[in-house]
Nanobody, 115 residues
Framework: QVQLVESGGGLVQAGGSLRLSCAAS????????MGWYRQAPGNQRDLVAA???????NYADSVKGRFTISRDNAKNTVYLQMNSLKPEDTAVYYC?????????WGQGTQVTVSS
């Protein structure tokens, strides 16, 4: 069984920074993709950033240049450094792990950016 535990959300003023972390545990194949999605009230869950076990990254256009995704394969942990935060970044952020055809989700962590 795979578990994802997120941490690092909170309240920050516009222009500030936050760092999210997500640790995966359980039976995890070494070749996988980890990432972050977010969902604001009334909206669908959208990709923020993803990173493969080989280090290839993918970002939503809205966060390019402001957010950086990284991972520690030895710890099965993915990070999201969020800088220059904007009120429109406010959402619940979900950690994601994809292994072949299986996708696992964390419980979500709230990020609120005040103007």
């Amino acid at each position: 069984q795979v578990q994802l535990v997120e941490s690092g959300g909170g309240l920050v003023q516009a222009g500030g920074s936050l760092r999210l972390s997500c640790a995966a545990s359980g039976s995890i194949f070494s070749i996988n993709t980890m990432g972050w999605y977010r969902q604001a009230p009334g909206n669908q869950r959208d990709l923020v950033a993803a990173i493969t076990s080989g280090g290839t990254t993918n970002y939503a256009d809205s966060v390019k240049g402001r957010f950086t995704i990284s991972r520690d394969n030895a710890k099965n942990t993915v990070y999201l450094q969020m800088n220059s935060l904007k009120p429109e970044d406010t959402a619940v952020y979900y950690c994601m792990l994809r292994v072949v055809v299986n996708t696992y989700w964390g419980q979500g962590t709230q990020v609120t950016v005040s103007s």
